[in-house]
């Protein structure tokens, strides 16, 4: 199960901070992901952390945003700066095993970038 938090409204120029909560399996060998989906276009992947930390994000991040987990915690948080209107989306927590099939989604969050 993965529990996400920390959208809400901000300004264009401002920051949110999400975090996921996962529980109910081995978290350490999970490659944890954020992924975004605006009205009317596909999901897309934000960023992801490798169990061994490794990053892979989207081009539109460019530094703006940094993914970071917390094994102990069985968290995965996103740090999102410089918000930008285009980023309003509703954000996902993915979490897919490194050791064969198991693929799993939150329900989301609703960030909204607006003055």
């Known amino acids: 199960q993965l529990v996400e938090s920390g959208g809400g409204l901000v300004q264009p120029g401002g920051s949110l901070r999400l975090s996921c909560v996962a529980s109910g399996s081995i978290f350490s060998v999970y490659t944890m992901g954020w992924y975004r989906q605006a009205p009317g276009k596909e999901r897309e992947l934000v960023a992801s952390i490798t169990s061994g930390g490794r990053i892979n994000s989207g081009d539109f991040v460019k530094g703006r945003f940094t993914i970071s987990r917390d094994n102990a915690k069985t968290t995965v948080s996103l740090e999102m700066n410089s918000l930008k209107p285009e980023d309003t989306a509703v954000y996902y927590c993915?979490?897919?095993?490194?050791?064969?099939?198991?693929?799993?989604w939150g329900k989301g969050t609703l960030v909204t970038v607006s003055s």
């Open positions: 993915n979490a897919d095993s490194e050791l064969g099939p198991g693929n799993y």
